[in-house]
Structure formats: C-alpha cells, structure tokens
C-alpha cells in the first residue's frame, strides 16, 4: 500500500518528530481531536471558496493523521480506545472536508460536483465500513486501490492546484471501486473457509 510506503520514507522525520511531541506531554488523543478541529477548518475555508488555502491547512490535518499512532506508539500508550477514537475522527473528518465541498458546490449552483460529491462520500464510507465489518468477522481487509491515504493525498494535491472536479471524478470512481475490491476480498476469504 502506498501508505505503508510513505511511512517507511518519512521515518527520520516522523519518530524524532513524535518524540518531541511526546516530551512536550501531547497525548495521541490530543493530536487526533487537533487534527480533527484542522479539518473543521479546512472544511469553512473550502465552503467560502478559499480552496489552495484549505489544500495548506489539509496538509497539517493530514500531518496530525499520520503522527497520532506513531505518537501514541512512542509513549506507549496504545489502547482499544484511542484506536477507536482515531478511526471515528477520521471519519468524521472525511465527512466534514466533503461537507465543506458540498456547501461551495450549492453556493454555485453546481449540479455535477454534487453528484460527484454524493458518490465520492459513499464510496469512502463503504471503504472504511467494509474494513471494519471485515474484520468484525475475522477477515482482515487492508486490500484496494484507494484506502484514506491515497483519497487524501489525491484530494490535497487537487486542492492546491485548484482542479477539485478532476479530484471528485477520480474518487467518486476509485474509491467506488475500491469498496468493490474489498466486498470481492472478503467474498474470497470466506468462500476458501467453507472448502
């Protein structure tokens, strides 16, 4: 995944990152409602047309995103709960990004990015309901071509360059299919437990 790649080249910047956080007595949970509240503000700043500036704030939402498990790892304080919290603000960030989209299409007038919106919301939703629902039943389901990592990063980068429709085709499309993938995955890995 292109994730777990990125996190393997931006090692020697993230570690000695979390450990300040750490010294500074930032706890993950802290790191992840900050992310969260990053977001929130993405999402006005997106919703008063404000996009390339919306696509700068994202990247420290997207930071926060990506430190609070190594942060949480670091001060050895992983629990059920943080991980919980952290995948349901994620969430809810996801939600209020596009929400954020949603009002700036309405304001124009804009049938054809609302549709793209509506679409590129259901299919992150199943995404991340079909790895959870998954695992529910012991089926592990990191599978696809577009798990959060990749809807961001496509997200940012259309953000900072001003080509937001171009970012919701894509995502309404992929992350559509990604769900597809994993409901395929996860047919195939109960299907092999009945032979």
Not at 128 to 145: N, P, Q
Request: a positive charge; glycine letters at 8%.
């Amino acid at each position: 995944m292109l994730d777990d790649w990125v996190r393997s080249k931006t090692n020697w910047f993230m570690i000695p990152f979390t450990r300040l956080l750490a010294r500074a007595g930032i706890s993950p949970n802290v790191l992840t409602l900050i992310g969260f509240l990053l977001n929130v503000i993405v999402a006005w700043l997106l919703a008063i047309g404000q996009q390339r500036l919306g696509g700068v704030v994202f990247i420290f939402a997207g930071l926060c995103d990506s430190l609070d498990g190594t942060l949480a790892r670091e001060m050895a304080t992983t629990s059920r709960f943080g991980a919980f919290f952290d995948s349901v603000l994620d969430r809810f960030s996801e939600g209020i990004v596009f929400f954020g989209l949603l009002l700036s299409a309405f304001k124009r007038g804009d049938l054809v990015d609302l549709i793209l919106i509506y679409a590129a919301v259901i299919g992150s939703v199943i995404v991340s309901y079909t790895r959870a629902r998954a695992e529910g039943i012991g089926v592990e389901c990191r599978t696809g071509l577009f798990t959060r990592f990749e809807r961001f990063f496509i997200l940012m980068i259309a953000l900072l360059l001003g080509q937001v429709r171009l970012a919701l085709w894509v995502l309404a499309v992929f992350a559509n299919f990604t769900a597809l993938q994993r409901i395929y995955h996860v047919w195939q890995a109960t299907r092999k437990g009945k032979d």
